[in-house]
């Protein structure tokens, strides 16, 4: 269900995404040879409850932990835990925050120490994939736009988009209407409305697109090539797209 949200509300939803992205750059600045990714949950799950807020993936469909640590071949829903980060890897970081009742939700995916052309580009066409995503994210726009965008960007690079998970509406519920796919076609889809609040998310393989899910919830891509996964919640309003997940 679409679930259209009041300037108030979208105000409180860009205090939730402010306290996201904060505890992903501190995150992000944790990130380096070495650490395990325990350590990384922790120190996120301490953050966000220091700013008042609850860890939004914290038991949703049992979901143990703050953040999300999705490594290399993995594409998102790793869970934290022992995996030592190693120089050359990369790490995708996905954050929710529940703040008076309203979620953000951001991730992106970090190099540790020093990693290979090939990882950098992959990272850095996600990101831009993200920013052409929200570009679409205007009024009277489709759903459909920001996928097309999205895969449009990302195929002329050689890449893939996951069509297994897709972005979501974004509100009181972590998951919303509408699904926000990373691929589409012009002017097809939901039309976009004042008031929508949805997570953008592409999520990019280097390889092929086809992923396997694992009982722990943990999305692998089947060719064992490696994924990048950056994330914004972004508001439709008059003015343009609003990025909530921004400090
Ligand atoms: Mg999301």
Redesign the pocket.
Known sequence: MIILKTDEEIAIMAKAGRIARECLLRIGEMIKPGVRTVELDRAAEDFIRSRGALPTFKGLYGFPATVCTSKNEVVVHGTPGDEILEEGDIIAI?V?ATYQGFVG?T?ATIPVGEVSPDALKLIDVTREALERGIRQAVLGNHVGDIGHAIETYVKAHGFSVVKDYA??G?GRS??EGPSVPNYGKPGRGPMLRKGMVI?I?PMVNAGGSDVITFPDMRVVTRDGSWSAHF?H?VAITEKGPVCLTMV
């Open positions: 996905d929710g939700d991730a972005g979501h974004v972590m998951h997570a998310e994330e919640t």
